[in-house]
């Protein structure tokens, strides 16, 4: 147990659709970021978040968006589901904004069908 | 435009060998390098770092490699085990840059057969 926790560990939705990603850093980060796997794909950076503010954007399309909450945990929604959504999400923390050794959680796989 | 390239997709090595991962960069900027291991439904997990002030970081039987004029970094495992089998992530940063995250390779997936 690396200390990030993913809900659900699995997901699947039409096309369409909108669905929740939900993540809990590990206890003591403040940094937490978002990951995206797709097949055959290395892991393409969405977003971060630090103590509650978006810090950095990446490679993330209009129809997902992100929060991180007072507690600290973060949500990443994905509406107008495509079939190349399907992907596994990533959420890793660290506890500062410019801290590299990332713990990540094991991922949320969706599955848009 | 991949910044971070991973030109091996997989490598066999028999147990008690060298691993040899190999990992190229293009953006000069990047001047922090990690490697991540990752088990099938699991999350990457940190392995080990360099500095671009450094050309060789060693952590038991794990010893990473840069060679900033070809770009260019590597893992080695010595001696490899059947439990290290993974896939391995390559990952740069830019530690001046305004946005602290980190840019992966697609990953090399390591057998290593007893």
């Known amino acids: 147990d690396s200390g990030v926790t993913q809900t659900p560990k699995h997901l699947i939705t039409a096309t369409g659709q909108r669905v929740t990603l939900r993540c809990s850093p590990r206890?003591?980060?403040?940094?937490v970021y978002w990951y995206q796997q797709s097949l055959d794909q290395g892991l393409q950076f969405l977003i971060q978040?630090?103590?509650?503010?978006?810090?950095a954007k990446g490679n993330i399309l209009e129809r997902f968006s992100a929060q991180q909450f007072p507690d600290l945990h973060s949500e990443l929604n994905l509406s107008s589901l495509e079939l190349g959504d399907s992907a596994l999400y990533f959420c890793?923390?660290?506890?500062?904004?410019?801290?590299?050794?990332?713990?990540f959680g094991s991922g949320t796989r969706l599955t848009v069908v | 435009d991949q910044q971070v390239k991973q030109n091996s997709p997989s490598l066999s090595v028999q147990e008690g060998r060298i691993s040899i991962l190999n990992c190229d960069y293009t953006?000069?900027?990047?001047?922090?390098f990690l490697w991540y291991k990752k088990y099938p439904a699991e999350g990457p997990t940190f392995l080990i770092s360099?500095?671009?002030?450094?050309d060789k970081n060693e952590d038991g039987r794990f010893t990473v490699f840069l060679n900033k004029s070809a770009k260019h970094l590597s893992l080695h495992i010595v001696p490899s085990q059947p439990g290290d089998s993974a896939v391995y992530f390559c990952?740069?940063?830019?530690?001046?840059?305004?946005?602290?995250?980190?840019?992966f390779g697609k990953g090399t997936k390591l057998s290593v057969k007893p």
């Open positions: 890793a923390s660290s506890v500062a904004a410019h801290n590299y050794g990332y713990t």
């Open positions: 206890s003591g980060d403040l940094s």
């Open positions: 978040y630090y103590n509650g503010e978006e810090r």
């Open positions: 953006n000069s900027m990047f001047d922090y």
């Open positions: 360099i500095s671009s002030i450094k």
């Open positions: 990952a740069a940063i830019s530690t001046g840059g305004s946005q602290g995250n980190l840019i």
